[in-house]
């Protein structure tokens, strides 16, 4: 939000914010916490299955488990500081302080990145054996509908919000799709039977695991940048999706068996090209400080 912005529409977007706020508190880490058993219990039933028809992916399934039960955790609690975060800045927010909207759209990025992440396992291990709706959808909700709020309440003219709606949902999608990439490279990486010797085409995984999640801290480092409307923000974005798009491009030409580091390659691309486009720069810098 901005000084600019209805008094009414400041009152709604503060209200979602706060109530976002509270389930981030006291909703996200419980629902992240129940969703670790049920996977791992899968997992496991998978890995004793693997083991004893001397498959060799049980070794990088063991190594799963641990990742997953320390991940949605992570999220979980990374949830709560953030929703304390959204709570203590819900003045500022109000008044329209610039640095305050930046650090919103952080918060609130948290457990939308979190869900995101925490999707594919329990789709992969619980939803392919009971189905049902995945509790990290819920998860992804309760930040998204705020964080996106947030950058349409602001004043501007429509072309000004399809910017603003297009590079921080790439960001958001980029950076969720980085950190999963590298949990993934992480786990093919260091669970390798063959560890610490690097089978044929496993020393890319470090490359990986570690670019990708380098590229993650950079996307979420330019939401917070670009939303508090500085123009590092630009220059921190567009390095984040050019670290994303080499080392996921690369990890993908090496380790062709999933798509997934292609995909997170394109998103990095999208993220260069927006920064690059003499319109989006324009409409992203112009009205931005130092």
Known sequence: MSLQTNPNTKKIVLALVIIAALLM???VPFTAFKMVNPILNYQIERIEKFTAEGNPSAPLLTLTTWLVSFFYP????????GGIALLAIAKPLYEGKAW???????????????GAYMIVPWMNFVGSKE????PAVIIMMIGLIPYFTILLADKGDLKQ????????LMLGVSAAENFANGHAAFRILYGHPKRPLFAEG???????WLGLWAAFGLLAAAIYNLGARKKSGWYIALIGGAVACLVSGATHYVRHATLDYLYGSLMGLSIVVMMLVPFFKKRLLEAYSE
């Open 25 to 27: 508190i006291a909703v």
């Open 74 to 81: 992570f999220w979980g609690t990374m949830s709560v500081i």
């Open 100 to 114: 305050s909207r930046g650090l919103a759209l952080l918060s609130l990025a948290i457990p939308s990145i979190g």
């Open 131 to 134: 189905g049902g709706f995945p």
């Open 161 to 168: 919000k399809l910017v603003d709606f297009f590079v921080f």
């Open 202 to 208: 496993i020393s890319i995984t470090y490359f990986g």
